[in-house]
């Protein structure tokens, strides 16, 4: 079946280290975004890509870093210059980046600062 | 700028009672809309959305209506499940430069009880 694959479900990071984690579809679909979703928030975007070898920042990318080097592939690493990294992350894709597309999300990753 | 004000939460209700959770919207133009849902632990699903000014959204039992003179996209159901405990996210896309991304609102918990 299609879909987007994150891994791991749950991390556990010490201070100081970076991390990173993994968004991987099967959609064929150009756009992919990183969000961070706190408790009692909403999404937060972090990066996002429009096409391969292309990625833009989003309005909390510091701290975060991205590649794009593959269509299906875009993962996130959590530098340890994010000073408050413990949130769910979720990567999401849509076909192409039109506004009346659908968004497809990932079940989420969490992560926890030990 | 584009945002979305979403009803706050958390919102009980009994098996059978009718849901409404209020959604307003500002942007430039008629932008689509979504509903987003979220049940405990997975990402995000759309659950419905509306493409223009008047069009009726509708999945699951849930509708919404895309209503211009007042900004809003409320989300109702008549008759909630206990299965419907999850948290919704009312979202629109960004209107200007970067494309394909949601603004969302913060997210209401809606609980039923059997």
């Known amino acids: 079946d299609g879909g987007i694959t994150q891994s791991p479900k749950y991390l556990f990071r010490k201070e100081g280290q970076n991390v990173t984690l993994s968004c991987e579809q099967n959609l064929n679909h150009d756009a992919m975004y990183w969000y961070r979703q706190d408790p009692g928030q909403g999404l937060r975007l972090i990066y996002y890509?429009?096409?391969?070898?292309?990625?833009q920042k989003g309005d909390i990318a510091e701290g975060y870093s991205v590649s794009r080097e593959k269509k299906e592939s875009f993962p996130l690493t959590v530098t340890s210059a994010q000073k408050n990294p413990t949130a769910f992350y979720l990567c999401?894709?849509?076909?192409?980046?039109?506004?009346?597309?659908?968004?497809?999300f990932g079940e989420g990753s969490w992560l926890t600062v030990v | 700028g584009d945002s979305v004000t979403q009803m706050e939460g958390p919102v009980t209700l009994s098996e059978e009672a009718f849901l409404t959770i209020n959604c307003t919207y500002t942007?430039?133009?008629?932008?689509?809309l979504f509903w987003y849902v979220q049940y405990p632990g997975e990402g995000l699903q759309l659950l419905l959305k509306?493409?223009?000014?008047?069009d009726k959204g509708s999945n699951k039992g849930f509708e919404a209506t895309y209503r211009k003179e007042t900004t809003s996209f409320h989300l109702e159901k008549g008759s909630v499940q206990v299965s419907d405990s999850a948290v919704y996210f009312c979202a629109l896309p960004d209107g200007g430069s970067t494309l394909g991304r949601l603004y969302f609102g913060r997210g209401t918990q809606l609980t039923v009880w059997p």
């Open positions: 999401a894709s849509s076909i192409d980046p039109d506004p009346t597309d659908t968004i497809y």
């Open positions: 942007a430039t133009g008629y932008p689509s």
């Open positions: 890509s429009q096409i391969v070898n292309d990625f």
């Open positions: 509306a493409t223009k000014a008047d």
